[in-house]
């Protein structure tokens, strides 16, 4: 039992510059474009045909000459979308023609259908039209060799439509991260066993697991490792053999089973060990092998709030995504905080949209074991170290951490 | 091609209220902890135990009776967490303690280990401590008898966590809805061949593959249907029979081959035909063989606008959540808009936060068919009927519709 960690304590600013600065994004991969969906692309898209590729009509009518359109025309025939007959206007004749149907050469114009009237094979026109009119012109939407989207920007459903509308079945993208996840600690039981005296259930790996998920990234979970250095090592080689980050939970304290940070000097490169945060305080960043490792602490409150703060973040680097961070917002506080003066602190709160933009209400006792301040939270207030009381009407800052409702993840 | 249509033109509230009233969230089932991430809970959860289950260690340190903390203290060995020791402490003496570790029977406090020296296997205190001081009392967490969490939660990483520390490794949660996709269009060919004269690849399949996964449901796709009254019927039985909610996409128009009203008259239940919006106009929404089926437009975008208003809120509602709609923020207009006030209009948006409030600029031209004016839209700016025009500096209302940046799904 150490008096005294060896690692400074740094500022979770410093932190993250530690973290930013050792990560690049992941090895871009050529995927197929229906396994796309939330990566981000590694290439310049680029239109190789116009989208319309035809001039299209834009409305259920009559294709017409602009110049022509006041006596009644004879109709010739019917182009509907995707049938193109051979049909020519010329002047005193029309075609009846479909929406997205393509405009037949002659015509320059389309009459919608209820400014018409049909009977015997003549059509009447109820009004003029000017040319173009109701005529959606060849790459309107895309012209060919337009770039259509760029490195970095993250793939949804209209991305998708767009690359599957220009014919991209598969693209350069970064991969999905795979994330090995450790939890540690002997006295830890597995969740379907009752916890005996001092001992409790390892939520950490369901919560780890999905909270990987959440962010869009694949778990790779090596399972619970009781507090033995040499099952620890073999552990962590399986871990970093198998994923592009790993995380363990727990060992990382000061305590003389906590067997992670001297592991992980084993292999040389820990960045960091200690944080001024709460909760947090001893977050270890660390590269094995060349695959970056993050040392959580084991309190459940405390694995998640550095994996919101810190972990996910990272994630989003290696997946080549250019906003890393939550959004960030002020909040007014609507009761009283005290605090801890002596680390900065995330405190779980709910924000709800106020009258002054949002009001922040803490979720009740926010010890690092409680798992429930963090259950239906949606904001994680950051309080500054070095202040100790928050009056009620105080306006602090914020992170958004998405609850499930409006982030939906498989 | 009719000039009118004979379904009545409805505003978009009353098109929520007939989806909304003919839903019910989907017969709950029981599935496995880890699979339960983005679902939401279908019962109460009761804890069986206090978390924790003993008094535990907030601190590494030393267990001491508090009343007794002030001359040199006998240590009579040492409490690691998860290895209980059948240790007593009685005046005079103290044991070595862990975090997380049980506190020995006799001990009242934990005095953490910078407040103590040792030598010669005695302990002295710096300080001294209250009864109670960093000790964690049973149940501070979770009391036993507790609801810990009720229906209609929807399931995160913090959530899920709890649920495991509570042994809970299967519940009762509304399932994942299963989303049939069928696409309709004789003018549509397969993305990976190239389209002749009047033809289009067929982009709606991966948006709305895409939108559906985004959503957290699992599309079944059904495949690309021509326009052909029997393949329709029969890819419509297929798809019923299959999912829970249908869509397709084309044919809801009133050109001659726009099958699928008809269609789903046949089967009995057409709830709506026509909705006062644009892109929209011709949203259908029917029952058929008792699975709600929604027919949305063909134009790329109308597919996915109605998607986001109507379809991803509906199947919220089967997914048991509560919260169905994207938040909706006041904007003001970076520019002076346009648009043809006859129908209420969705229009594509980026919304940035200004000095006050959301900041909005629309994404170029807004025509049905441009599938670029979704791309990197994070808002749907809705404009109200009876209005042409909008000037800069006016304050708009707007839906979020979350970027893949923010939201980012599997």
Redesign the interface.
Known sequence: ?E?ESRYPMIDWREAWRRIEAELRPLRPATVG??DT??LTLAQDVVAG?D????R?S?M?GYAVIAADSTGPLRVLG???????LPLVVTPGTAV?I?????VPTGADAVVP??HTREADGMVTLQASVQPGASV?PAG???ARGDV??SPG???????????????Q?SLLVHP?PRVAIITT????VP??Q??????????????????V????CEPVLIGHIADDEAALREAIERAVASADLVLSSGGV?????DLIKPLLEEWGSVHFGRVAIKPGKPLTFAHVRGVPYFGLP???VSS?VT?EVFVRPALRLLGG???LHR?RVTATLAHPIRHAPDRLEFQRAMLSPGDDGWLATVTG?Q?S????S????NGLLILPEGIAQFARGERVQALCI?????????
């Open positions: 039992m008096r474009l229906n969906l939330g045909e989208i319309p590729a035809f299209a834009a259920d019917q182009q509907d979308a995707g049938h193109s009846r479909m929406t997205g149907a393509a259908v209820e959606r309107q939407d895309v259509i989207l920007t993250p793939l949804g459903a209209a991305e998708i439509g767009l690359l599957a509308a220009v014919g079945t999905q600690g002997d006295e830890i969740v379907d009752p916890p005996g005296p001092g001992q409790l259930r390892n939520s950490n790996q369901y919560a780890l697991c999905a909270a998920r959440a962010a869009g304290s000061m305590g003389a089973r084991g309190f459940p998640l994996f995504f250019r906003a959004p006792d010890v074991g409680r798992l429930k963090l259950v239906g939270a998405t609850h499930p409702e409006v982030e939906r993840a498989l």
